[in-house]
T-cell receptor, first 113, second 108 residues
Framework: SAVISQKPSRDICQRGTSLTIQCQVD?????MFWYRQQPGQSLTLIAT?????????ESGFVIDKFPISRPNLTFSTLTVSNMSPEDSSIYLC??????????FGSGTRLTVV | DAKTTQPPSMDCAEGRAANLPCNHS???????VYWYRQIHSQGPQYIIH???NNETNEMASLIITEDRKSSTLILPHATLRDTAVYYC?????????FGAGTRLTVKP
C-alpha cells in the first residue's frame, strides 16, 4: 500500500492567515481525500481530489475556504484560508487506488490563535 | 446519512478475541465493507475489507452475513496495543466517509 508523507505535522497560526498542508505519496494513486478531525470526534470528509479534475467538496466546505490542488498522481495540497480559531483541528489526507485499502497521512495539528 | 451503525464502546480482555459488530442494512450490491482503526493521535490504519465473502489477513478476520446487512471484525488475540477506535465503512471507490466508530479498550 502507498506511503504518505504529510507536512507540516503541526503549526500555530495567527487568525486571518492561511496555511498550506502538503501530502506526498510514494506511488501514483487515483484517489486522494482530505479530512478534518476535531478533538474526540470522528473524521469529517472535506473533499475528494482526483488528478485532472476539480476537487469535489462535501456539504459545509467551500473552495474559497479550503482550496485544493492535485497537480499530479503523487501530490496534493490543502490550504486553510483566512483562518479563525474555529479552524483549529487535525487535518488528514488519504490516498489509494481502486477498491484497495487506503493509507492515511499522520495528520497536521493546526492551532489558530 | 450514516451508512453504518456501531456500538460506541467495547471492552475486551487481553488475549481474548475481540468481536466488533457493524450494521449496514442499506448497503448496495457494489459497496465494499472496510475496517480501519485509529490509535490515539495517529492517522487511521487500514485493517481489512470485503464484498461478500469472509476475509482473513494477518491482522484480523472479517465476517459478513449472507444478506450483507451486517459484519463483524474479529481480532483473534487482542493485545493492549489494539486499544483504538475502530471504524466500519461501506463504500464504492470515491466515497470514504467515516461514522462515529467503536472505541475498543483492551484490558489486562
Amino acid at each position: 500500500s502507498a506511503v504518505i508523507s504529510q507536512k507540516p505535522s503541526r503549526d500555530i497560526c495567527q487568525r486571518g492567515t492561511s496555511l498550506t498542508i502538503q501530502c506526498q505519496v510514494d506511488s501514483q494513486v487515483t484517489m486522494m481525500f482530505w479530512y478534518r478531525q476535531q478533538p474526540g470526534q470522528s473524521l469529517t470528509l472535506i473533499a475528494t481530489a482526483n488528478q485532472g479534475s476539480e476537487a469535489t467538496y462535501e456539504s459545509g466546505f467551500v473552495i474559497d475556504k479550503f482550496p485544493i490542488s492535485r497537480p499530479n498522481l503523487t501530490f496534493s495540497t490543502l490550504t486553510v484560508s483566512n483562518m479563525s480559531p474555529e479552524d483549529s483541528s487535525i487535518y488528514l489526507c488519504s490516498a489509494g487506488q481502486g477498491n484497495y485499502g487506503y493509507t492515511f497521512g499522520s495528520g497536521t495539528r493546526l492551532t489558530v490563535v | 446519512d450514516a451508512k453504518t451503525t456501531q456500538p460506541p464502546s467495547m471492552d475486551c480482555a487481553e488475549g481474548r478475541a475481540a468481536n466488533l459488530p457493524c450494521n449496514h442494512s442499506t448497503i448496495s450490491g457494489n459497496e465494499y465493507v472496510y475496517w480501519y482503526r485509529q490509535i490515539h493521535s495517529q492517522g487511521p490504519q487500514y485493517i481489512i475489507h470485503g464484498l461478500k465473502n469472509n476475509e482473513t489477513n494477518e491482522m484480523a478476520s472479517l465476517i459478513i452475513t449472507e444478506d450483507r446487512k451486517s459484519s463483524t471484525l474479529i481480532l483473534p488475540h487482542a493485545t493492549l496495543r489494539d486499544t483504538a477506535v475502530y471504524y466500519c465503512i461501506v463504500r464504492v471507490v470515491d466515497d470514504m466517509r467515516f461514522g462515529a466508530g467503536t472505541r475498543l479498550t483492551v484490558k489486562p
